[in-house]
């Protein structure tokens, strides 16, 4: 009996570290919309502040809070279906995977290419000219990403339709060759 209350609150403790880490990620976000918009119509140091402020959040809640979700999510997995997973979960895996890829490859370059342009902004007192166009690129792939994170969220709630069911005469091995593959008519007085 011990061991079912075990359980349950273990896996209650590891969904509210989940959503926790949802709301550092998807919060974020938010946050970074409202600073860009804030400080890209400014002077140039507040578009360097904005920059900076963007960067300092991704480094200390965007990346825990996504480590946050990947860690409790395959704590949960393992908690609720063992080492055999539903096809659901590798659907969220891959989706995860694209996404953490696409940052780590094109995003986080994008951003720091944008940060760098931004002070040295600063630094000439002039708008350098590559800076929009690296900002915008930043912005759609971390559009990209964010999309990519938030479809994996229906994943997550509807997975009793993604769960693929085999039919139990496919799970049981065949006692003879020789089985009818019709049945016999019946005959009728």
């Known amino acids: ?6 359980k349950r609150n273990v896996g209650r403790t590891l969904l509210l570290l989940h959503f926790i880490g949802l709301a550092m990620s998807v919060g974020t976000r938010l946050a970074d919309l409202v600073i860009n918009h804030v400080t890209s119509g400014a002077d140039l140091q507040s578009l360097s502040l904005g920059r900076d402020l963007t960067n300092e959040l991704a ?16 704590g949960l997995t393992l908690l609720r279906y063992g080492s055999r997973p539903p096809g659901w979960i590798w659907i969220k895996v891959a989706l995860n995977a694209a996404g953490m890829f696409i940052a780590t490859t094109l995003v986080a370059p994008a951003l720091q290419v944008a940060r760098s342009l931004a002070d040295w902004s600063v630094a000439h007192d002039q708008l350098a000219p590559q800076f929009q166009a690296s900002a915008a690129l930043g912005s759609l792939y971390g559009a990209i990403v964010f999309a990519l994170f938030l479809l994996s969220i229906p994943v997550a709630i509807w997975k009793p339709h993604l769960s693929v069911k085999l039919p139990l005469s496919a799970l049981r091995p065949s006692r003879s060759k020789a089985q009818p593959t019709e049945w016999p008519a019946t005959q009728s007085n």
């Open 1 to 6: 009996m011990k061991d079912v209350g075990v």
């Open 59 to 74: 480094r200390s809640l965007v990346l825990p809070g996504f480590l946050l979700l990947i860690g409790s999510g395959i």
